[in-house]
């Protein structure tokens, strides 16, 4: 089955320690995007990639870093930067044209203790 | 720079009509979509518009205005399980692909 995949569920974590959560994709997609979600919130866009090997700062990305160094995988890493890193994050994929529409994976709740 | 604006929440009975409404103003525009987001759960596509008019799909129908900025979902026949928060999210003209979403509109459908 082709599908998005993100890992763990849920996450806590100390204040002050980094944190990386995974996002998998088998649809052979060239975009992937990670958002962050808070309660009755819309989705905010963190950093997104066109392509293996290039990423751009979305409207958000301040205490964020990713990584694209296969087309399948785009993990993300909550530095101790980020000022208040709870929330909801959901990572999605698509072909990456304009008219396509973007596939989410059933996202990661990031608690900081 | 890109606005999108929906309404906070909205309520309906079983078996009604709603329509949630969102209003956009973009640098460019290259298509408009819908999502249904249960609550805890990842969004799901309803619906994409890039040209005026009204798409149908089922119950779910969705209706773009380019020179307004403006469109809406409509949901015929409502079912307890259409509560859920149903975003709207506009694709600029530049980096293609990359959405703007709104707040979302949560619905409560009562019996």
């Known amino acids: 089955d082709g599908g998005i995949t993100q890992s763990p569920k849920y996450l806590f974590r100390k204040e002050g320690q980094n944190v990386t959560l995974s996002c998998e994709q088998n649809l052979n997609h060239d975009a992937m995007y990670w958002y962050r979600q808070d309660p009755g919130q819309g989705l905010r866009l963190i950093y997104y990639s066109q392509i293996v090997n290039d990423f751009q700062k979305g409207d958000i990305a301040e205490g964020y870093s990713v990584s694209r160094e296969k087309k399948e995988s785009f993990p993300l890493t909550v530095t101790s930067a980020q000022k208040n890193p709870t929330a909801f994050y959901l990572c999605a994929s698509s072909s990456g044209t304009a008219q396509d529409t973007q596939y989410f994976g059933p996202g990661t709740r990031l608690t900081v203790l | 720079g890109q606005n999108i604006d929906q309404p906070t929440e909205m309520t309906a009975t079983e078996g009604a009509i709603v329509q949630i409404n969102c209003t956009y103003q973009?640098?460019?525009?290259?298509?408009l979509f819908w999502y249904q987001q249960h609550a805890g759960e990842a969004p799901t596509f309803l619906s994409y518009?890039?040209?005026?008019g009204l798409e149908e799909k089922g119950r779910f129908s969705s209706f773009l205005s380019r020179s307004k900025g403006y469109s809406y979902l409509l949901l015929k026949e409502l079912q307890m399980k259409d509560s859920a928060s149903y975003l709207c999210?506009?694709?600029?003209?530049?980096?293609?692909?990359?959405?703007?979403f709104g707040d979302g509109t949560t619905l409560t459908v009562k019996p």
């Open positions: 999210a506009v694709n600029g003209k530049t980096n293609a692909g990359k959405s703007t």
């Open positions: 973009t640098s460019g525009f290259n298509g």
């Open positions: 518009n890039v040209l005026d």
